[in-house]
């Protein structure tokens, strides 16, 4: 198990351990001799408004994080302290973005692949190999890998998913000081019985993405 700079007192608080199950991945290509791995994931491919956002992050086998996990199982609270401690300790981190005017030209799953590919080039450090959740890859220039549920199994995935869901979820709050009506602070453009609702009676705004039946 590689040394982590997690003090006690934060392991504690998030009273959760690193699994070495969440770092087969990336110990195998490790000792394939791949330096700098990667971790891709996105957010906001179900919601019905904004964008769809990827994050790409490469960590430092030394400084791993305890307990970070994929960002659907964790609260907001314990998901933005993890999410400020990447943002200063992972080696390198991109972000990429689509938003819902493209979504409705090139659908969302093309437009996921787009936002990933976009994270990974935004990335400082050159990766060598590069973890992605789901069955599909992006088109690298870096080998990759497709791993199903790769955000509960590597914990490369689990910290791009930490970045590229508070990153949206961010975008939605800001959006929705322009967008009120919509409840976008609250329901992040997903599909909530209230933002449904709100649209079958103002109406679709810009940030709407057509494309979807429910809009």
Do not use: C
Not at 19 to 40: C, T
Not at 132 to 157: C, E, H, M, T, Y
């Amino acid at each position: 198990m590689h040394k982590s700079t997690f003090t006690v007192s934060m392991a504690e608080e998030f009273k959760t351990m690193l699994s070495y199950d969440r770092l087969l991945y990336e110990q195998k290509y490790w000792q394939d001799g791949f330096r700098n791995i990667a971790g891709v994931d996105e957010a906001g491919r179900g919601p019905l408004a904004g964008p769809v956002v990827s994050a790409a992050v490469i960590l430092s086998p030394t400084n791993l994080l305890l307990g970070i996990n994929d960002s659907k199982v964790l609260s907001d609270k314990k998901r933005r302290k993890f999410y400020e401690w990447l943002l200063e300790n992972a080696l390198a981190f991109g972000i990429g973005v689509v938003w819902q005017r493209e979504i409705d030209l090139i659908n969302i799953f093309n437009a996921a692949m787009k936002s990933m590919a976009l994270a990974v080039a935004q990335l400082k450090i050159k990766p060598d190999f590069v973890l992605v959740d789901g069955n599909r890859a992006p088109r690298l220039q870096a080998p990759s890998r497709a791993i199903v549920k790769g955000d509960a199994k590597s914990l490369s995935i689990a910290a791009a998913s930490i970045i590229a869901k508070v990153t949206r979820d961010d975008v939605m709050i800001e959006l929705d000081e322009k967008f009120p009506v919509y409840g976008f602070k609250k329901n992040k453009g997903y599909p909530t019985r209230e933002h449904r609702e709100a649209i079958r009676r103002y109406g679709s705004s810009p940030l709407h993405r057509q494309s979807f039946r429910l809009v």
